[in-house]
């Protein structure tokens, strides 16, 4: 297995693996090849693949404002999962998130997303109950949710 940084030109198979994990979030607009391509972009150094034959079994997107890392959608294949390779990629993303002075970094997870969850209070990631987290939408979307 090899963990390398994702660029488009991968966005038709981490779409597809999105789509093959259970408590994945997507919508029409951010996930979008181009709302992705935008994102890479902005963050070039902190998305990363997991590939094995030339097949992506594994993706993690993350970026940082400067302050804050944040991490989003990171998936593996199901047929692969239980092998060391979310950690591997999370291990990935907190050493150029750190490469770049950023400190601390934070994710969301969907509360029905048990594996999830279950995976991120593993990695040592705290869940953070004196916080109410809040969005507003400036353009609808359509959600995706798998």
């Known amino acids: 297995m090899n963990v390398r940084l994702m660029t488009i030109n991968d966005y038709e198979k981490v779409y597809e ?5 259970a408590g994945m979030g997507l919508n029409n607009l951010d996930d979008s090849k181009e709302g992705i391509e935008k994102f890479l972009n ?7 693949v997991a590939e094995t034959e030339q097949r992506i079994i594994g993706v993690i997107i993350a970026g940082n404002d400067g302050r804050r890392g944040y991490i989003y959608h990171t998936a593996v294949n ?8 979310a950690t591997k990629l999370v291990n990935e993303v907190m050493r150029a998130l750190k490469a770049l002075g950023i400190n601390k970094t934070a994710l969301v997870v ?3 997303n048990t594996a999830g969850n279950a995976f991120w209070e593993k990695s040592g990631f705290s869940s953070r109950e004196d916080l109410i987290y809040r969005n507003k939408t400036i353009t609808e979307m359509i959600r995706i949710d798998t």
């Not at 693996?17 to 994990?21: N, T």
């Not at 963050?43 to 990363?48: A, I, R, V």
Request: glycine share 4%; charged share 20%; hydrophobic share 25%.
């Open 42 to 48: 902005r963050n070039p150094e902190t998305c990363f």
């Open 110 to 112: 969907f509360s029905k």
């Open 17 to 21: 693996l999105w789509l093959s994990c």
């Open 78 to 85: 199901p047929d692969y999962r239980h092998q060391g390779i």
